[in-house]
């Protein structure tokens, strides 16, 4: 079982940047993979990144690519998720998720873009 704790969301104006951070309950390289969802207000949630055990990133495409970079801390057992250049569209509730068999999600830390 893994548990998930994701913290760094906020409010920022555009332009701005945050780091998101999800902090594992155990090694994040026991973890098949792990990725950054999003859900913004009446949307399906989206991946944003994700990020393997052996350190291969995939973002949802090449605009996301250009503006934010999942990485991890492997003796901390966190994934990050930086975010630069943010827009309103950003907006959305941000999940932490860890695939290791089964699927795993955190509660959430609300990103607000807005000036």
């Known amino acids: 079982q893994v548990q998930l704790v994701e913290s760094g969301g906020g409010l920022v104006q555009p332009g701005g940047s945050l780091r998101l951070s999800c902090a594992a309950s155990?090694?994040?390289?026991?973890?098949?993979?792990m990725g950054w969802y999003r859900q913004a207000p009446g949307k399906q949630r989206e991946l944003v990144a994700s990020?393997?055990?052996?350190?291969?990133?995939?973002y949802a495409d090449s605009v996301t690519r250009s503006r934010f970079t999942i990485s991890r801390d492997g003796a901390k057992n966190t994934v990050y998720l930086q975010m630069n250049s943010l827009k309103p569209d950003d907006t959305a509730v941000y999940y932490c998720n860890a695939q290791s068999g089964i699927t795993y999600w955190g509660r959430g830390t609300l990103v607000t873009v807005s000036s």
């Open positions: 155990r090694s994040i390289f026991s973890i098949y993979k």
């Open positions: 990020i393997t055990s052996g350190g291969s990133t995939n």
